[in-house]
């Protein structure tokens, strides 16, 4: 049986903070809705007495690998017309054992109806992030190179000089659409012997567009939209994993 924990918000962070003094892990946030500092420090310390009477040794080594992951996977999704729909995951590789982490929804963007964590092959983590997505078919913009933030705003001469719709606008129309869901995902190194800045990152956007379906977009001064599946936006994934993880072996050499 696959090893599962579910908490409240205030017991993930409770957990979380006897590991390291950081709030919470990226992109996971935690907003309390106790009015008074006493009384939610009352309630921390009462959530705090609890978990050390029900010792989890099992969790207790989950969280340890979270907190120092060789790799991270953190994704944070939104829907424009429903703030409090947010999408909050971070999926994390230690050695040969991984984890899917999920904030629950809650009631605004910055409240949590709860955690879970669901212990994975360390090497599905992509598998399991498109998992935990809303289920969209691909859409129609294939292979679509994007403008620049500073070309975005200029009108190409072929516009005006013909009917048939170019590469560049339809490129515009894909970025006016207003998406039904939009994400970034960020593939990450989890240490570096050259320390913070020395980590490898990877990122990557999705578009979810009305009456059309997923994109994923990649982020650099070559942005490009491309239709995606399920497989499609793993595939994506597992190919910046394969960039980390090339780092990662040429810095232990």
């Known amino acids: 049986m696959t090893p599962r924990w579910s908490f409240t918000d205030l017991e993930f962070v409770v957990r979380w903070q006897r590991l390291r003094e950081d709030p919470l892990p990226h992109p996971f946030v935690f907003t309390t809705d106790i009015p008074y500092e006493d009384d939610f420090q009352r309630e921390r310390v009462r959530v705090l007495d609890r978990s050390l009477t029900a010792p989890d040794p099992d969790l207790d080594a989950a969280l340890e690998d979270i907190a120092r992951p060789d790799i991270a996977i953190r994704v944070h999704g939104a829907d424009p017309s429903d703030p409090a729909a947010g ?8 050695e040969v054992r991984g984890y899917l982490l999920t904030q629950l929804p809650g009631r605004t963007v910055d409240h949590s109806a709860g955690f879970t964590i669901t212990e994975c092959d360390a090497l599905r983590l992509a598998d ?4 935990a997505l809303p ?3 691909a859409g129609s913009f294939e292979s679509l190179a994007l403008p620049s933030a500073v070309d975005d705003f200029e009108a190409p001469a072929q516009l005006w000089d013909s009917f048939d719709e170019t590469p560049d606008a339809r490129a515009r129309r894909f970025l006016h659409t207003v998406p039904e869901r939009i994400g970034i995902i960020e593939i990450a190194q989890g240490i570096s012997r050259f320390g913070p800045k ?16 997923r994109h994923v977009v990649t982020v650099g001064p070559s942005a490009t939209a491309t239709a ?15 960039t980390v993880v090339r780092a990662i072996k040429d810095e232990r050499v």
């Not at 995606?228 to 394969?242: K, Q, Y």
Request: charged share 30%; hydrophobic share 55%.
């Open 228 to 242: 995606v599946d399920r497989a499609g936006l793993i595939a994506a994934i597992n190919a910046e994993l394969v």
């Open 128 to 131: 399991m992030v498109v998992d």
């Open 135 to 137: 289920e969209v078919g």
């Open 87 to 94: 999408i909050r995951l971070l999926a994390v590789r230690r």
């Open 198 to 213: 020395g980590r490898i990152i990877r990122w990557l956007q999705w578009r979810d567009l009305p009456d059309d379906g």
